[in-house]
């Protein structure tokens, strides 16, 4: 049974401004906010039977209903957030001491380096994918590499409106992917199209990826995305997949949709695969491809640092 890590939206609203979405004269309406989060609750629960465990919500923790950014989860580890923005930080503590009371072994990343969670780490069982610039720091990536012996491409979101990887980019099941191809640079759209095969992308239309269509979360064979992408739910299910569309333009508000409200216990669902014991792509054994894209990631940090730092 798959596991999610939700956090009821009592103290949800928008009390400040770090994204391209939130606008403090746009406001939550709350009730129909709860109303929302709760529906999605449904059809994980009794539609997909899925387990959901519950952090507790914070006053002064408005964002904390997205749990998608708590961290990442590989096996019983459990690597914590480190919020780029003050405004999240404060939700650090409360996440970590969750994973532990909940028996995970807990990593943070050295070194103060931003990084945010299942927003900005995505994959398939060979290959994950980082995303980076607009929150998640480029060199956070070669020390979760390192740790559980995945490559880890990395990828510079280039829209504002795409500040983490989740909202442009969603790795299915079958090896498919829903991604948003504005959102990335040259160089990213070459590095995905390289590992996943055109037949198996689809390139979400602008209105759709307005409206948090590559913001889904992917349980077998259900896809669970918001309400007003009918063109991505045509191509789903003329590939096997049943979706469930539901209502989340309270949580838009805030930048955010199904897949920013849940985090994946379970490190299959969440695309990211149980650690291996050696770093080796299938078909290349001695690990030849894994160091190539290594160095090009190395490559790309030293040309990235000075623009991380200036988003810093």
Not at 92 to 119: D, S
């Amino acid at each position: 049974m798959s596991r999610l890590l939700v956090c009821p939206p009592d103290f949800f609203g928008i009390e400040y401004e770090i994204n391209p979405w939130m606008r403090l004269s746009n406001r939550v309406d709350h009730e129909q906010a709860v109303r929302q989060w709760y529906a999605l609750m449904r059809v994980f629960e009794q539609d997909l039977h899925v387990a959901l465990e519950r952090i507790t919500p914070m006053s002064g923790l408005p964002d904390l209903v997205f749990t998608a950014n708590a961290g990442v989860v590989v096996g019983q580890t459990a690597v914590i957030s480190h919020f780029r923005h003050a405004e999240r930080q404060r939700e650090e503590a409360h996440f970590e001491r969750w994973f532990r009371e909940h028996g995970y072994h807990v990593m943070t990343i050295e070194g103060g380096l931003c990084f945010e969670g299942a927003g900005d780490l995505l994959g398939f069982p060979d290959v994950w994918f980082g995303g980076h610039r607009q929150r998640s720091d480029i060199r956070a990536f070669p020390i979760l590499s390192g740790r559980f012996h995945r490559e880890i491409i990395p990828l510079e979101l280039v829209d504002d409106r795409f500040y983490h990887l989740d909202t442009c980019f969603c790795p299915l099941s079958g090896g498919e992917l829903l991604y948003f191809p504005a959102a990335f640079d040259a160089y990213g759209q070459a590095a995905i199209t390289e590992r996943v095969p055109g037949e198996r992308c689809f390139a979400v239309p602008e209105a759709e990826a307005l409206k948090f269509a590559c913001n889904a979360v992917c349980i077998g064979n259900h896809i669970v995305l918001p309400v007003g992408s009918p063109a991505t739910q045509t191509w789903l299910h003329d590939r096997g997949y049943t979706t469930h569309a539901v209502h989340l333009d309270e949580f838009m508000k805030s930048g955010g949709s199904a897949k920013c409200l849940t985090l994946a216990l379970d490190s299959c669902d969440s695309g990211l695969a149980p650690e291996k014991k050696r770093a080796v792509h299938p078909g290349n054994r001695n690990g030849d491809e894994f160091n190539r894209q290594q160095h090009t990631a190395d490559d790309r940090l030293r040309r990235g640092r000075s623009e991380d730092e200036r988003h810093a």
